[in-house]
């Protein structure tokens, strides 16, 4: 006996898409990855050969075919909101990187369609499922620091020149609220709940020179559009206060900071870009304790040979917990198309909030249930690999 597995494609071949395909093949046992497809068909062969995957496809091709249930979109984000309606109309659910769409109207219109056709859409960030943002929920879902007054958040990069390595960072999205807040925002929410007022202020990014010249020879200046540092105030439905800070103008040497602030303690929850960085619990008159994980999926491989992509983790857990509500049966509403849609609307409000110097109210609501514990075991040399996707069924 035993379930059936979901008949899944991966579309876009990029350097993301080696740790989902690894993943996608060999950690979660709902998955049965079926094909990969590219707009280049011949880089989808690539893969398909690397991680002997049975199909390589264009997309139209993986759109027509009748086997694949589930899509998985690691395309740019400008291409997200073609890529995603097109599986939706071919009547398959979908999983998308983030980030959604680089417009929150596509994004209302790709849930919308979702809902009409009764299909499944995904959305990361997925490192909320991992170990150290869901050790941190059950803490806080338990009252281990009582009720939450406050958090306070920062992350810090060069996004200008990451921008030289990744291009995608100079087009729509490639800000550093949009390309890494999404991890803060994406945990905040998946912690406290929906965030109901924001305000802001913000600075675009700079005039680019490049200084890689062997990147970027002879290029012209460039700007990534949009806000790259915000400074944001946040109110949350359940009556926490939250202050932000994304600062892209500045240096590459990350500072980031997570903590949360209770009516009987403190927790420092690690870097939410991460599966498994620790999480500290401080209570009165004792020593900060870091605290084991309730949680499995901390990022570490647990596969056997190492890979190079190995520091991206567990990507593709969401798209294993999606899975599983649909042969469960269940409702998938964790990393669901409201859970993107409230993501994409906090982030947008900042801009807005700076750019009018009003409070913004998003429309959207989005809270989430935590995953029940469950962890990797190393017993017997890793031979038997205790819960950690049982933890993903429920
Ligand atoms: N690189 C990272 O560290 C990282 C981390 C997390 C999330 N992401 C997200 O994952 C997605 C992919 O990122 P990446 O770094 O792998 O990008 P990439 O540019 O390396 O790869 C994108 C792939 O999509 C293909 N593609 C381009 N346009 C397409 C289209 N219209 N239809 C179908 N395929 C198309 C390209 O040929 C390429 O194979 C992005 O949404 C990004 O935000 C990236």
Redesign the pocket.
Known sequence: MGIKKVKTAV???????SIYLRNLCRMFSVIDLAAV????KE??QARAKEFGIPKAMS?EEAAADPEIELAV????????Y??IKRMLKAGKHVY????FTTDLNQSRELVALAAEKGLFLGV??DTVLGAGIQTAKYLIDTGMIGDVTSVQVCINRNQALNSEF???LRGP?GTLPY?VGVYYVGALIALLGSVTQITAFGNPAPLHEPQAAFLNEGAEPWQIPGLNTVAASLRFACGAVGSVLFDGNTVGAEQHGFTVYGTRGILKVGDPDKFGDPVTLILPENAPVQVPFTHGFDGKNYLGEPASFDN?GH?GIGVAEMAWALRRGRPHARLSGEYGLHCQEVLQGMEISAETGKVYEPQSRFEMKGLKPGYYSSMFGGAMRGDAEASLMD
């Not at 579309?11 to 898409?17: Q, T, V």
């Open positions: 579309i876009g071949c990029g350097m993301i898409s497809g590219n707009i280049h880089a989808a997309i979109n690691l395309t740019p984000a400008f291409a997200h073609d890529v998308t990187e983030k980030m990361a960030p990744f291009r995608f999205g390309d991206y990507r």
